[in-house]
């Protein structure tokens, strides 16, 4: 599986894909949400659910290494083991 091949397979799944339902959005939750990349528009992307603000939700896009926050409504279940065959470009870190 190749990144571009992945990008176009989330576009595809997107509306398919169940919203979490909102108790049980948890820390390291593997989802997909739209990254808005500026001039070029918005693309669907990996991510971890980081936590939840009443209703927001906020991400890191696991091959962007950016965080956003989105509503709540937006990130899309994503647990299936074959999109994250791909090494993520990014990973979570915790401050001790």
Request: net charge positive.
């Amino acid at each position: 599986v190749t990144k571009n091949k992945l990008l176009c397979r989330l576009a595809e799944l997107e509306s398919r894909q169940p919203h979490p339902p909102k108790p049980a959005v948890e820390r390291g939750t593997r989802c997909m949400a739209e990254f808005v990349r500026g001039a070029d528009g918005a693309a669907w992307n990996r991510c971890w659910l980081l936590e939840k603000v009443e209703d927001l939700a906020v991400v890191l896009f696991a091959d962007f290494g950016r965080s956003a926050t989105v509503p709540l409504n937006s990130p899309r279940k994503l647990g299936e083991d074959d999109f994250w065959a791909i090494t993520p470009l990014a990973q979570p870190f915790m401050f001790l």
